[in-house]
């Protein structure tokens, strides 16, 4: 009989839902890889304004006591493995699960660019298969008309639009990530990264002699606004079998 997956893997939430301050960073507890060969540490943050909130890090450290206060770069090598979630005024954070656009009066040959795909606003007939919407009603019509050139052009997202707002996601679930690009004018154009992820993957051969745990920090940068951060932890391919978890009845497990 095939194991279920809480009987091979441990897994944990080292960080939940914690909101992040400017320039102040916050690290998990150790968690211990003596019984466990590999540990997959996984951030998502949520609401990071692109033109403002900038140098978001996120890194995995080896440590032999719990409280990670002997935290070191894993391995004592240099740098210890790291994700940057950079911003800049004219870009999303790279490979994002969702991004929302804020269109504020957009005005004729403005553009930005999706996943490759540039889609340019025109004072006049359109063209869906030139990628071009239509500018000439209020914010709302104009996100309308975004979110149509959006779904012709890239048929693996799927966008739609309230208030003047164009929400931007994968399809189909987990499968598709949003890269924004070139904008012409962010402020007719407002990028908000609404949730992206990252993962680092640790194998227990890798930590250092006397180093048996691991633990994981996020780092930002200028904070503008309420950015939520939390960080769960899986640890596999275990000597034993992981303690019990609590786990809910299930016809289909």
Same mark, same amino acid.
């Given at each position: 009989?095939?194991?279920?997956?809480?009987?091979?893997?441990?897994?944990?939430?080292?960080?939940?839902?914690? +909101?992040?301050?400017?320039?102040?960073?916050?690290?998990?507890?150790?968690?211990?890889?003596?019984?466990?060969?590999?540990?997959?540490?996984?951030?998502?943050?949520?609401?990071?304004?692109?033109?403002?909130?900038?140098?978001?890090?996120?890194?995995?450290?080896?440590?032999?006591?719990?409280?990670?206060?002997?935290?070191?770069?894993?391995?004592?090598?240099?740098?210890?493995?790291?994700?940057?979630?950079?911003?800049?005024?004219?870009?999303?954070?790279?490979?994002?699960?969702?991004?929302?656009?804020?269109?504020?009066?957009?005005?004729?040959?403005?553009?930005?660019? !999706?996943?490759?795909?540039?889609?340019? +606003?025109?004072?006049?007939?359109?063209?869906?298969?030139?990628?071009?919407?239509?500018?000439?009603?209020?914010?709302?019509?104009?996100?309308?008309?975004?979110?149509?050139?959006?779904?012709?052009?890239?048929?693996?997202?799927?966008?739609?639009?309230?208030?003047?707002?164009?929400?931007?996601?994968?399809?189909?679930?987990?499968?598709?990530? !949003?890269?924004?690009?070139?904008?012409?004018?962010?402020?007719?154009?407002?990028?908000?990264?609404?949730?992206?992820?990252?993962?680092?993957?640790?194998?227990?051969?890798?930590?250092?002699?006397?180093?048996?745990?691991?633990?994981?920090?996020?780092?930002?940068?200028a904070v503008a606004t309420a950015i939520t951060c939390d960080i769960s932890l899986v640890r596999g391919a275990g000597r034993y079998a992981p303690p019990g978890q609590q786990e809910g009845g299930s016809a289909f497990r």
């Amino acid at each position: 009989m095939n194991k279920r997956l809480y009987e091979i893997n441990k897994i944990d939430t080292p960080l939940p839902a914690a +909101a992040l301050v400017g320039g102040a960073a916050q690290t998990t507890r150790a968690y211990e890889l003596g019984k466990y060969r590999k540990a997959l540490f996984s951030v998502r943050l949520r609401n990071i304004d692109t033109l403002l909130d900038d140098n978001l890090t996120f890194e995995v450290f080896e440590a032999s006591d719990i409280a990670a206060a002997t935290a070191q770069n894993v391995g004592g090598a240099a740098p210890t493995p790291t994700v940057n979630f950079v911003t800049a005024v004219d870009a999303c954070v790279a490979d994002a699960n969702i991004v929302q656009l804020t269109l504020v009066t957009v005005g004729a040959t403005e553009n930005v660019t !999706i996943n490759g795909v540039t889609f340019t +606003a025109v004072n006049g007939p359109t063209v869906l298969a030139d990628n071009e919407f239509d500018m000439r009603g209020d914010d709302t019509a104009d996100a309308v008309e975004l979110v149509a050139c959006i779904n012709n052009a890239l048929p693996n997202l799927i966008a739609t639009s309230l208030a003047g707002a164009v929400t931007i996601q994968s399809r189909e679930p987990g499968v598709e990530t !949003i890269t924004v690009t070139d904008i012409s004018d962010n402020t007719d154009i407002v990028p908000v990264t609404v949730e992206v992820v990252g993962n680092i993957e640790v194998d227990a051969s890798a930590l250092s002699a006397g180093f048996d745990r691991v633990c994981a920090r996020i780092t930002p940068g200028a904070v503008a606004t309420a950015i939520t951060c939390d960080i769960s932890l899986v640890r596999g391919a275990g000597r034993y079998a992981p303690p019990g978890q609590q786990e809910g009845g299930s016809a289909f497990r």
